[in-house]
Every structure is written in structure tokens, then in C-alpha cells.
């Protein structure tokens, strides 16, 4: 009989317990924050159905679902057939969708603003590479039923004290708008139809700069001149000019307003910067997007943007809605880089004890360590108990007890 690969399928992995237990801190201490200003948790099916998922903006993620063939007399190849054809039901690419479905199926048993935890797993069938695999955790907070801006300051201040508390600080947010962005594309000479294809190049400034943006564009077809006096304009577009340079005063005070409130809230422990570059993928955001940066890693530990008319695909009236997703697995592997994280923080005990030792009483001592405080693993001793505590030690333990020895937990360094 031919050997089974023990191996998990390509573009997935095993999680071993010490990132485990990074893992489950982190969410912890994030949906602690995000439970504390009043958003509750939901959960949605990790399948939808294929005309949800496909009838949606998704942007290139749309290219990358894992769809599910239909199941007897209802799969019926033919010549020319489409996903559509084979198959009705898919995984969900990201926890926006699913949530607007949520929403819509729901909307009479929740309050309004209603105010959601989404924690759980995404699939995307891309190219498996170091940091991206094809199943992997979102964390997002959303906001729905609220139109003003208010919402946008509650999700930048809210997420800035979840990334805090998980341990960071310094980081920049930074926040643009995408109608005022569609507004100056159209006014500098590209069509509306247009527009996509012009924030794709234009998304890449921060990789391949200026003179790539404009290079890439003129590859695609648009007249040199326009497209250089194009990019020269975004470049220059800030705060104190956008006023003159964009038609959208509406927009530009919305924009101003977040930009302020937040600042003042970050007093200083991290920053708020307008970036009339930024983008984002997704094709359903409709008004304001942010980014969040670190360090000098090449890639956002969170982003988010408001999609009023993705809801009301679903219901007859639009619901207004935002919402900012934490990069949970880009945190992780930060985290267990530096060390950081509940492997080094959580206090968790070992206590020996022999084989044929009291069980009961051994367990009562565990039972009154957990009461102090101390997750505690009991271990069965073995005849080299050093080799064991070595163990614990390079585990992440904060110390050990041996039943019958020890009155108290002992450190590894002996204090």
C-alpha cells in the first residue's frame, strides 16, 4: 500500500503549541478591547453561496475562490461550462461579505448601529508563498447602520488601542478617500470607465515610484503627457490643498474632521497621515479607506474603508456600513519574531509528580495553583527530571513545582 503524506495540503500548515499560544493571546487581548467599546461577536458560515460570492467586488480575490462542485443529478458537465454551471457554493474570500449577507438576513434582531467582532478563517487559492497562505485568519470590526464619520473615528481609535494593546506602538494610519481620488482621476482626463485600472498602477507608487506609475500607465495605453502631469498632481495633493485641487467639499471636511479627531486621540503614540495614494483592492469601498503601517516591514498590519452599497444588495434600502480588519497572521509572525506574546507572558506551571503519586492530591495542588493565577500542566517525572524542567524552560514556562517537594512554584533561575 502506497505511504500517505503526513503533510498538510499545499498553502496550508499545522500551528504547533507555542505559536499556538501566541495565537490564542492575541485574539484574546484583541477582542477583549474590541468587546469593552461595545461590539459583539458573530459568526458566519465559512461557505456562501457561488452568486453571492461571485456577484461581488471583490477585486483579484475573485480570480482566487475555492468553489465546490454540486453534488449528484444537479452536476451536469457540459461543453463551455462555467463555475456557475458546476458548482454553487464557494468558500468566502474575506468576513466583509459575509457579514452584508449577515446583516441582511438578520437585520430585524440586531440593534442599530450594529456593531460586530468577525474572527475566523478566509480561503483564497493564490500562490502559496513564505507569509501567504491559501487558508488564514481575519479579524474585523464593522460598523453598520451608521452614515456619519463618527464610525470612522471609532474603528481608527479602537483598532489603534487593539494593536497597542497587542503590543505595538509607533505605527502610522493612514487615511484617504476614494471619492475625492475618483474625482481628481476623471478631472485630469481619464474616463470613468477608467478609474480602476489607473488606482491599480497608482497602488504600486509606494513599490515601483512615481516614474514606475507613469510608466506603467502609458503601457497601458494612455497619452504620456496626461499621465505624468497626472502622478505630479497626486503627488502633491495634501491637506492644506486639497480644498483647491479636488471637487468634493463635503468629502474634504469629512476627511479633515477624522483626520483631526484621531490625531488628537493618538496623542502621540502613534500617527495619522493623509495619502492620497492609497487605494485598497477591494472594488466595494465607497467613501473613506485607511492603512495601518509598522516598522519597516513592506506590507499593512491592518486596513479598512467604508462600502455603503454592498448591503443593500440584499435588502431594499442601502445600509451604510465601514469597517477595519487587523492582518491577524502578519501579527502573529511579528510577534513570534521578536519573542513577544502570551509564550513569554502567560503563567503557566509544570507539576511534577510521580507515577504512582495521589491523583487527587495531585490535582487539588494543580487546582489551587490555577486559583493563584497559573495555567498548570501536570507531568508525570521521569528519572531525568532536570532533562524535563530543560524542557519546560525552552517551552515558554514561567516555572515548576515537584508534588510532594516544592511548597511553592520554583523559577528557572532558582529565585
Known amino acids: 500500500m502506497e505511504k500517505i503524506s503526513s503533510k498538510p495540503v499545499r498553502g496550508a500548515r499545522d500551528i504547533l503549541p507555542a505559536e499556538m499560544r501566541v495565537r490564542d493571546h492575541l485574539e484574546q487581548t484583541i477582542a477583549g478591547i474590541y468587546r469593552a467599546h461595545g461590539f459583539s461577536r458573530i459568526e458566519t458560515p465559512a461557505l456562501e453561496n457561488i452568486d453571492l460570492l461571485l456577484g461581488s467586488e471583490g477585486g483579484d480575490n475573485l480570480k482566487m475562490l475555492f468553489t465546490i462542485l454540486k453534488r449528484g443529478d444537479k452536476l451536469a458537465p457540459k461543453a463551455g461550462a462555467t463555475s456557475r454551471d458546476l458548482c454553487d457554493i464557494g468558500l ?4 466583509t461579505l459575509p457579514l452584508s449577507r449577515f446583516y441582511a438576513n438578520n437585520a430585524e434582531q440586531l440593534e442599530l448601529p450594529f456593531k460586530a467582532i468577525q474572527i ?11 507569509g501567504r497562505f491559501r487558508a488564514f485568519k481575519q479579524c474585523d470590526i464593522d460598523i453598520i447602520g451608521d452614515p456619519d464619520v463618527t464610525a470612522e473615528i471609532e474603528l481608527i481609535a479602537t483598532t489603534a488601542k487593539a494593536l497597542m494593546a497587542a503590543g505595538f506602538d509607533d505605527f502610522t494610519i493612514k487615511v484617504n478617500d476614494r471619492r475625492l481620488l ?27 515610484g512615481t516614474d514606475g506609475v507613469k510608466a506603467e500607465l502609458a503601457e497601458k495605453g494612455y497619452d ?7 502622478v505630479d498632481a497626486v503627488a502633491e495633493v495634501n491637506l492644506d490643498n486639497i480644498d483647491d485641487r479636488v471637487d468634493g467639499a463635503a468629502a474634504v471636511a469629512d476627511l479633515k474632521r477624522v483626520i483631526e479627531t484621531t490625531t488628537a486621540l493618538a496623542a502621540g503614540r502613534y500617527r495619522i497621515e493623509f495619502d492620497f495614494t492609497l487605494i485598497r483592492g477591494m472594488g466595494y469601498y465607497t467613501g ?27 435588502t431594499k434600502t442601502s445600509v451604510p456600513a465601514v469597517g477595519f480588519s487587523i492582518g491577524f497572521e502578519r501579527i502573529v509572525g511579528l510577534l513570534m519574531e521578536r519573542e513577544a506574546g502570551a509564550a513569554k507572558t502567560e503563567r503557566r506551571a509544570a507539576l511534577f509528580h510521580r507515577a504512582d503519586a495521589d491523583m487527587a492530591a495531585v490535582i487539588a495542588q494543580a487546582d489551587e495553583l490555577r486559583e493563584a493565577g497559573y495555567s498548570v500542566n501536570l507531568i508525570t517525572q521521569k528519572k531525568k527530571l532536570g ?22 512554584v520554583k523559577a528557572f533561575d532558582g529565585e
Not at 473613506?288 to 440584499?314: K, L, T
Open 92 to 95: 468566502r474570500y474575506d468576513l
Open 120 to 130: 475566523g478563517n478566509v480561503f483564497r487559492a493564490e500562490r502559496p508563498q513564505k
Open 182 to 208: 475618483t474625482a481628481f482621476i476623471t478631472a485630469a482626463g481619464f474616463n470613468a470607465g477608467d478609474v480602476g485600472s489607473v488606482c491599480i498602477s497608482l497602488d504600486k507608487a509606494d513599490k515601483i
Open 224 to 230: 504620456a503627457a496626461m499621465v505624468s502631469d497626472f
Open 288 to 314: 473613506q479607506v485607511f492603512e495601518v503601517r509598522w516598522g519597516d516591514v513592506g506590507y499593512s498590519i491592518a486596513g479598512g474603508g467604508r462600502y455603503d452599497n454592498m448591503i443593500g444588495r440584499y
Open 387 to 408: 532533562k524535563q524542567i530543560g524542557h519546560c524552560e525552552a517551552a515558554g514556562y514561567a516555572g515548576f513545582m515537584v508534588f510532594g517537594r516544592d511548597e511553592a
